[in-house]
């Protein structure tokens, strides 16, 4: 018996098996621009995809030297029959589901736009591509659930999206970019986008999108990084802005059942700068009279955290400083597949505390996106 399998949950019935690992950052991509194409309205295939304004899978810069090659995808996830790692679903079903033992994926593409317009429309067309081809042509398995890719720079569009998709019984989040331009995510400006999503019971996730390392961010108060690695290593800095503006700056208070997920940014650093914002909002409550709680308070109610990238530390001090962070309710579990950064199960759930595994690896997302406890297995799979 695996370590993974020890993991406690009821089994199902006859022919189903327990849901006992979640994956909670998965990136499909389409097979080709053309097959894309096919899912955009007529009169904006040819405004959005010469112009360049489209991500529409095209190599980008990456942790890797190789990454023009290899889109920084894992060599191994390529389909048999050709194509982009990611870009077959039943492939990724195999490699994904059944050899790596994840019982339900949440799929999250990768696109986005230079222009509000020509993002809205892209966003949609690729939500229109999952569905059919991932979440419906694909899933009689029922195992991959959907994001519903909106446009953070247009809130009202993305708003109406949200509701266009709200009733599928696969999609089951929302994903936005971080990079808003300047405008964090506590600002008003995304109360349409956050109302219909906690309206409709969906958690809005986050994840950088776009072709190069410096688009449209820039992380730093000094300007853009020089290098891949500075923005590598800095890429939390985002996501501890963004956090602090969604408490401070109300979105909370505002949308008291809004969830947030950040994806792909790590989350070592949410508890220093949790108790951080604990000590200021202890000296200075006065002049933030709607925040109402503790900073960590909302963090914790509102928010979670994916664990890929995993720490690359020794293993026993690791789980010490994850015991100390107290954050078992907050983080889900991720592999970045088919990325050749993917933290594998096995890998992974021998990292975490032994009583946090099981809230880590399926109950803090089940919890979340209101998953079930069984699903249909596939052929060979016990």
């Not at 304004?53 to 030297?65: E, G, L, R, S």
Request: hydrophobic share 40%.
């Amino acid at each position: 018996m695996t370590t993974i399998e020890r993991i406690d949950v009821a089994k199902g019935h006859e022919g189903d098996i327990a849901v006992t690992i979640v994956d909670t950052d998965v990136h499909p991509l389409p097979v080709s621009v053309d097959v894309l194409k096919s899912y955009a309205p007529a009169e904006w295939v040819d405004k959005i995809w010469p112009t360049g304004n489209a991500v529409t899978p095209v190599p980008h810069f990456y942790d890797t030297p190789d990454s023009y090659k290899t889109m920084s995808l894992r060599l191994d996830a390529a389909p048999p029959n050709g194509g982009f790692a990611g870009s077959d679903p039943d492939f990724a079903a195999k490699q994904l589901l059944l050899d790596a033992g994840v019982s339900i994926a949440m799929l999250e593409p990768m696109c986005d736009a230079q222009l509000p317009q020509a993002e809205h429309v892209l966003k949609s067309t690729y939500n229109d591509w999952l569905a059919d081809v991932w979440l419906d042509r694909h899933n009689a398995h029922g195992r991959w659930r959907g994001s519903v890719s909106v446009s953070a720079q247009a809130p009202e569009q993305a708003a109406r999206e949200v509701e266009r998709w709200a009733g599928h019984p696969y999609m089951a989040q929302v994903l936005m970019t971080p990079q808003t331009r300047g405008i964090p995510f506590g600002n008003p400006h995304f109360d349409p986008l956050y109302e219909a999503a906690a309206r409709n019971g969906l958690p809005v996730a986050t994840h950088l999108m776009g072709q190069t390392p410096f688009e449209l961010i820039p992380l730093y108060p000094v300007g853009n990084p020089a290098h891949w690695h500075d923005f590598f290593a800095s890429w939390p800095l985002l996501y501890v802005s963004h956090l602090m503006s969604l408490v401070f700056d109300g979105a909370f208070d505002r949308h008291p059942d809004l969830r947030v997920v950040f994806v792909e940014g790590g989350f070592t650093w949410a508890m220093p700068v949790m108790s951080r914002m604990d000590r200021i909002w202890e000296a200075r409550r006065g002049d933030l009279p709607h925040v109402r709680r503790r900073p960590s308070e909302y963090v914790r109610e509102h928010v979670r955290f994916t664990t890929q990238p995993l720490e690359d530390t020794d293993t026993v001090g690791f789980r010490a400083y994850l015991e100390m962070m107290d954050l078992g309710e907050n983080l889900m579990f991720s592999t970045d597949y088919p990325h050749w950064s993917y933290d594998s199960p096995t890998y992974a759930i021998n990292r975490f505390p032994a009583d946090q595994r099981e809230r880590i690896m399926r109950g803090n997302a089940t919890a979340l996106y209101g998953l079930p406890a069984t699903v249909k297995a596939l052929p060979g799979e016990r």
